[in-house]
């Protein structure tokens, strides 16, 4: 199995720009997560998706961040436009829900907004 | 709503030290409960986990961990230590259906 798969693995951008981050959860896996890793806040919980349907989004910091999830088997998650605040490392999730299963996490993509 | 506090935000020890890094959530229901490593440069990966059962639950790398419910907590032992475990240790806690994760702690073995 490949697990989870993120792209890009490093991003840098300069403020004002679109980034777009992307998943590819593990197959047979319904539930996805996008968190984000910072000194300060630790690994916090963007949103989640069952079934490719968006559940929780309660984490989503601001209106310029949006995820989707067209398919079992990819998802994005969007920042436009971007700040340096946003600079952090972005982790993918996945797990079988319902199952006796951890979450497995993808490489992260590390954002530098300059 | 779930939440999960982790006592120690930085720990350092000697190699062959014992290791005790605290761990207490708050939800009203049942929970599935982790603990997740991450070493410099890497992603999370799991050490172990608690669904039902035996609330003594052994994971890799010689890491266990105990369920105590009428504490509400899930702390994260070993007995002794190595250089090779400086990492940063996350306890983590699925009540609904998401998982929410803990600040942290950054552990530091000496050699």
């Known amino acids: 199995d490949a697990g989870v798969i993120q792209s890009p693995r490093h991003e840098v951008t300069e403020m004002g720009q679109e980034v777009t981050l992307r998943c590819k959860p593990i197959?047979?896996?319904?539930?996805l997560f996008w968190y984000r890793q910072t000194m300060m806040r630790g690994l916090e919980l963007l949103i989640y998706?069952?079934?490719?349907?968006?559940?929780?989004d309660s984490g989503m910091p601001e209106d310029r961040f949006s995820a989707k999830m067209p398919n079992a088997s990819f998802s994005t998650l969007k920042i436009q436009p971007s700040e340096p605040r946003d600079s952090a490392v972005y982790f993918c999730?996945?797990?079988?829900?319902?199952?006796?299963?951890?979450?497995?996490f993808g490489q992260g993509t590390r954002l530098t907004v300059v | 709503a779930q939440s999960v506090s982790q006592h120690n935000h930085h720990v350092i020890l000697s190699e062959a030290a014992s290791l005790e890094l605290g761990c207490n959530y708050s939800?009203?229901?049942?929970?599935?409960l982790f603990w997740y490593v991450q070493y410099p440069g890497q992603h999370l990966q799991l050490l172990l986990k608690?669904?039902?059962?035996?609330?003594l639950v052994k994971g890799i790398k010689g890491f266990e961990a105990e369920f105590i419910k009428s504490k509400f907590s899930f702390n994260l032992r070993k007995p002794s230590v190595q250089w090779s475990d400086t990492a940063e240790y996350f306890c983590?806690?699925?009540?609904?259906?998401?998982?929410?994760f803990g600040k942290g702690t950054r552990l530091h073995i000496l050699p």
């Open positions: 999730a996945s797990r079988r829900q319902g199952s006796a299963t951890e979450a497995f």
């Open positions: 608690y669904f039902s059962g035996d609330p």
């Open positions: 998706f069952n079934n490719n349907v968006p559940i929780d």
């Open positions: 983590a806690v699925k009540g609904d259906d998401k998982i929410i």
């Open positions: 197959s047979g896996h319904n539930s």
């Open positions: 939800y009203g229901g049942t929970v599935n």
